[in-house]
């Protein structure tokens, strides 16, 4: 994914946020890609649906593959955009950083694990047994 991708990408992944990104679209004649992650995505998609994961499987699953597609972007201006907008507000709660965990691929969490790492976040517990595992997969590789 390119940051000129996003919108698109999110839109054909996950149509739910359609009718946000349009909002933002009307309000400003276009999308930006930080006001487009965080007010047409993250705000009232994903969060919504990490709040009760139950019966959103399915959507959470499509959101975490556009996150995860975003940050295999060699843009990393796009890695930071996501990480800001995206993940960094998960770390509101234990709870709503935990919600994620079985929506994010193992390199989302890699990326989650390398971003945390000296900011003393006390990680939920399978975070932490996840990290273990991260650490092995890069020991290995």
């Known amino acids: 994914m390119t940051r000129e991708h996003v919108r698109e990408v999110i839109l054909e992944i996950v ?6 990104v349009r909002q933002l679209e009307e309000e400003h004649g276009e999308a930006l890609l930080y006001p ?5 995505f993250a ?5 919504p649906a990490l709040k009760s994961p139950a019966g959103h499987e399915e959507l959470l699953t499509r959101c975490f593959t556009c996150v995860d597609l975003g940050l295999r972007s ?3 201006s796009l890695n930071d955009a996501i990480w800001f907008q995206v993940l960094e507000p998960l770390l509101d709660s234990a709870e709503l950083l935990d919600a994620p965990y079985p929506f994010m691929t ?14 003393g976040v006390v990680l939920p517990p399978r975070w932490a047994a996840g990290k273990a595992e991260s650490l092995a997969r890069m020991a290995s590789s």
């Open 74 to 76: 060699p843009d990393k």
């Open 43 to 47: 705000d009232p998609v994903v969060l």
């Open 106 to 119: 193992d390199d989302t969490k890699d990326y989650v694990f390398d971003k945390l790492e000296g900011f």
């Open 36 to 40: 487009l992650l965080r007010d047409g």
């Open 15 to 20: 149509p739910e946020a359609a009718p946000f």
